[in-house]
T-cell receptor, first 113, second 114 residues
Framework: GAVVSQHPSWVICKSGTSVKIECRSL??????MFWYRQFPKQSLMLMAT?????????EQGVEKDKFLINHASLTLSTLTVTSAHPEDSSFYIC?????????FGPGTRLTVT | QQQVKQSPQSLIVQKGGISIINCAYE??????FPWYQQFPGKGPALLIA?????SEKKEGRFTISFNKSAKQFSLHIMDSQPGDSATYFC?????????????FGTGTLLAVQP
């Protein structure tokens, strides 16, 4: 149980384009989902907290107009990287929470060329 | 006060040995302490977690020891195996706080040599 999926697992896009990443909780309903970014050999950096039916709460320094988050249902949250640039290349990971336990997706590797 | 300090940064253990990773925190409002295991190119997987009303929790070869007065907790991996080679993150959470955000340690890269 407590499986979280992400799609796509990896994506390459050209600079200036937008890319959408989906995060789904497959066998449970999650009232809260989180989006993280991880650089090589570093810890996870929280980008935003997403609650179903309400606006996401972004961490300080994260551009909300660049990283658009939509939490349309209790099992789906999406992250759209708009007007992507090479510096946005990273490993993006979502998690879904059940009470206080957080379960992570497998991650999405984004490369912007 | 929101930080979780994790050590060591890297660890090499022989197969069959005990791996020990330590974490310390300052915020006494934290009330949930999970450990995550992450393999390269994968998302973190919840390994084991503890709440501060117990001092130890064991699941298979993995044990969390929790010292509330010292504000420290540690992960012990008994009979370490090469398949345990991964990065381990401790974390802390104040459930019911303003936000249910996990505060992560910096990670420990464990290598178990055969």
């Amino acid at each position: 149980g407590a499986v979280v999926s992400q799609h796509p697992s990896w994506v390459i896009c050209k600079s200036g384009t937008s890319v959408k990443i989906e995060c789904r909780s497959l066998d449970f309903q999650a009232t809260t989902m989180f989006w993280y970014r991880q650089f090589p050999k570093q810890s996870l950096m929280l980008m935003a907290t997403s609650n179903e039916g309400s606006k996401a709460t972004y961490e300080q320094g994260v551009e909300k107009d660049k990283f658009l988050i939509n939490h349309a249902s209790l099992t789906l949250s999406t992250l759209t990287v708009t007007s992507a640039h090479p510096e946005d290349s990273s490993f993006y990971i979502c998690s879904a929470s059940v009470i206080y336990e957080q379960y992570f997706g497998p991650g999405t590797r984004l490369t912007v060329t | 006060q929101q930080q979780v300090k994790q050590s060591p940064q890297s660890l090499i253990v022989q197969k069959g040995g005990i791996s020990i990773i330590n974490c310390a925190y300052e915020n006494t409002a934290f009330d949930y302490f999970p450990w995550y295991q992450q393999f390269p190119g994968k998302g973190p997987a919840l390994l084991i977690a503890i709440r501060p009303d117990v001092s130890e929790k064991k699941e298979g070869r993995f044990t969390i020891s929790f010292n509330k007065s010292a504000k420290q907790f540690s992960l012990h991996i008994m009979d370490s195996q090469p398949g345990d080679s991964a990065t381990y993150f401790c974390a802390a959470l104040n459930y019911g706080g303003a936000t249910n955000k996990l505060i992560f340690g910096t990670g420990t890269l464990l290598a178990v040599q055969p």
